[in-house]
């Protein structure tokens, strides 16, 4: 019975032995970089935002929007591009439907314009807008203006 208790002892010791050694090693520097594995790089700082010259337009006038994007503060990395190509413009009529444009990207041999903000004007083309208090939200991914309002005016 005690060489049994021994035996026990010895083995108990060198399983504890054992699994010291198959362990992960423990390090207090940074971890290796896992092959294949590349981090995001943090995301730019960037607001986007409507501005209106007036909030007051007759039927038959122009309406005119300026898109805006702005870096933020002390930010020195550019807009990315897949961004720059995900814009959208959103005007809420006044009878609650929406018209949706996007913003093409000018070709000029400037390919990614606005990269570091900018202020580019948008108009509402391609109909006559109807009466009434209009909104317009401006999107870049999961960037998103506060609304701005306007009036369609008979005049």
């Known amino acids: ?8 002892i010895a083995l108990a010791a060198l399983v504890s032995g054992f699994s010291t050694q ?3 090693p423990q390090s207090s520097g940074p971890l290796p970089e896992i092959s294949g ?29 300026w898109l805006v994007t702005e870096l933020g503060s002390g930010e020195r990395r550019a807009i990315p591009a897949a961004l720059l190509y995900k814009q959208r413009i959103i005007f809420t009529r006044p009878d609650g439907t929406t018209r949706v444009d996007s913003k093409p990207m000018p070709i000029d041999g400037w ?11 948008h108009t509402l083309k391609g109909e006559t ?27």
């Open 1 to 8: 019975m005690v060489r049994q208790g021994l035996i026990a």
């Open 22 to 24: 198959v362990r992960a």
């Open 37 to 65: 594995h590349v981090p995001l790089p943090p995301e730019t700082e960037f607001s986007v935002a409507i501005e209106l010259e007036k909030t007051r337009f007759s039927r038959g006038e122009q309406i005119l929007v």
């Open 111 to 121: 390919e990614l314009p606005g990269a570091y903000g900018s202020r580019y004007p």
């Open 129 to 155: 807008p109807q009466f009434g208090r209009w909104s317009v939200v401006y999107e870049m991914g999961s960037h998103r203006s506060d609304p701005a309002n306007f009036t369609v005016e008979a005049r």
